[in-house]
């Protein structure tokens, strides 16, 4: 998971013109929870997010609610977190000449 609850993070990720839209992630969505009138029983990794987004439903096409994956998500947080740079790269080192 990118984001955990109460994050705000950017959609990097769009086929409908969210991209770059910031959202505050509220919470994960859970089966069998009712969004803006529609029923969802296969959440997997999914935000409840406080901006209508637009999805595609196998049943009912092209929507819009309150939820975007994690996957379509990047956080942003306030604090020193470790940069992402440092999973492919190591720390740098001081060199003394």
């Not at 994960?28 to 969004?35: E, F, H, S, T």
């Not at 999973?87 to 003394?96: G, H, L, M, S």
Request: glycine share 8%; charged share 30%; proline share 6%.
């Amino acid at each position: 998971m990118n984001c955990k609850p109460g994050d705000l993070a950017i959609v990097v990720a769009s086929d409908f013109g969210d991209l770059g839209r910031i959202v505050r992630c509220e919470r994960r969505l859970c089966a069998g929870d009712v969004l803006d009138g529609i029923q969802f029983h296969k959440p997997g990794e999914t935000w409840v997010v406080d901006q209508l987004m637009t999805y595609i439903s196998n049943q009912l096409g092209v929507r819009k609610a309150h939820i975007a994956p994690d996957e379509s998500l990047r956080p942003i947080r306030d604090n020193d977190g470790e940069d992402e740079t440092l999973q492919w790269e190591p720390v740098p080192v001081k060199e003394i000449a």
